[in-house]
């Protein structure tokens, strides 16, 4: 179980957590150039005696662990991720799973595009390549991994057959699945998305009640997966099916 704080870099990150979670920021760092921007974040950390300060670039590199700071830093206390073990957990609407997402800045990626797209919840299996939280994942989700309700299932298929009838649950695919529109619109969506190099494992997809593709012009096999789960995630959120439980 990871024990590490997080550390939340960028202006929309920091913004995120103090929006959603602001008692598990510990404390908080920022350059003379975000001086304006920091200014009510200080506040609350003041408020709740809590330390903040402005450092060198040199300072908040170290802090950060990376030069991509982008000129503001929050230390906050784990997230924990629980385990999906009721239906009543989930909010409702398009739900992403990920089965076997490795990379995490395509887990941040894939969050992002989610809560953009209004998306509530992310679900992430316990296949061993799965990303979790890190560092890489909360930045490059800008924000995003902060607006979702987060869930894992240590064993992927059965949760996926105990979603059914109240979800569709659906795997993408690079061939053979239908195109989304093609998808029925009687319920919400559970949108399966796999692993980077091999996809969705074959266990899986024999879970799921549908198959997804995207078509395209077959000038390339596939997209990257965060890509396709935004075009997917878009595709899906605005149909009647997306829309909630």
């Known amino acids: 179980m990871k024990s590490e704080p997080d550390r939340l870099c960028g202006l929309a990150a920091v913004s995120a957590a103090f929006r959603h979670r ?18 009510g974040f200080c506040q609350q950390m003041a408020r709740a005696r809590k330390p903040y300060r402005e450092v060198p670039a040199a300072e908040l590199a170290k802090i950060a662990g990376t030069t991509h ?4 830093v929050a230390v906050a206390a784990p997230r924990a991720v629980p385990e999906l073990t009721a239906l ?34 992310l679900l992430l299996s316990g296949d061993p390549r799965q990303a979790g939280l890190s560092d890489s994942a909360w930045r490059t989700s800008e924000g995003g991994l902060e607006a979702l309700a987060l869930f894992r299932a240590p064993e992927l298929v059965p949760v996926l057959k105990g979603l059914s009838p109240r979800y569709l649950t659906v795997a993408a695919v690079a061939r053979g699945g239908v195109a989304p529109e093609a998808l029925p619109r009687d319920r919400p969506i559970a949108l399966v998305l796999g692993n980077e190099e091999q996809g969705v494992r074959p266990e899986t997809e024999a879970a799921c009640a549908a198959r997804v593709t995207l078509p ?30």
């Open 216 to 245: 395209g012009s077959g000038a390339v096999e596939s997209l990257n997966v965060s890509v396709a789960a935004a075009v997917l995630v878009h595709a899906l959120v605005v149909s009647p099916c997306a829309t909630g439980l």
């Open 88 to 121: 009543a957990q989930l909010p409702g609407g398009l739900l992403p799973v990920l089965d076997g997402i490795g990379n995490p800045h395509n887990l941040g990626a894939i969050a992002r595009s989610a809560a953009f797209f209004g998306c509530r919840a």
């Open 69 to 72: 700071h982008g000129g503001i």
């Open 22 to 39: 602001p008692q598990a920021v510990l404390r908080l760092f920022y350059l003379e150039s975000r001086r304006a921007e920091a200014g």
